[in-house]
Nanobody, 122 residues
Framework: QVQLVESGGGLVQAGGSLRLSCRAS????????MGWFRQAPGKERDFVAA????????SYAESVKGRFTISRDNAKNTFYLQMNSLKAEDTAVYYC???????????????WGQGTQVTVSS
């Protein structure tokens, strides 16, 4: 059974930084995509960033390009989301997820973390 455990959310002032972590367990990860999504109150769950586990190729939502960086540590089965220059509109519950290689839309991801709250005060 695949499990994803997130950590690193919290409260930060606008312009500040946070790093989210997602530790994956339950199988050997190779031909998969690891992703981050976020959901603000009353809104849909939106794609934030993704990384191909084996090759390390990354993709980002336009709204976070240049501010957020997704990375992974294969040895630790953990991937990260470094968030810099945070804005009030980044406030949301952030979820990590894993799915088949090339996954992009949230319905393509099979397993999800429990979510972690990120609040950016203006």
């Amino acid at each position: 059974q695949v499990q994803l455990v997130e950590s690193g959310g919290g409260l930060v002032q606008a312009g500040g930084s946070l790093r989210l972590s997602c530790r994956a367990s339950g199988r050997t990860f190779s031909d998969v995509t690891m992703g981050w999504f976020r959901q603000a109150p009353g809104k849909e769950r939106d794609f934030v960033a993704a990384i191909l586990w084996s090759e390390g190729y990354t993709s980002y939502a336009e709204s976070v390009k240049g501010r957020f960086t997704i990375s992974r540590d294969n040895a630790k089965n953990t991937f990260y989301l470094q968030m810099n220059s945070l804005k009030a509109e980044d406030t949301a519950v952030y979820y990590c997820a894993t799915g088949p290689s090339g996954s992009y839309y949230h319905h393509q991801f099979d397993y999800w973390g429990q979510g972690t709250q990120v609040t950016v005060s203006s």
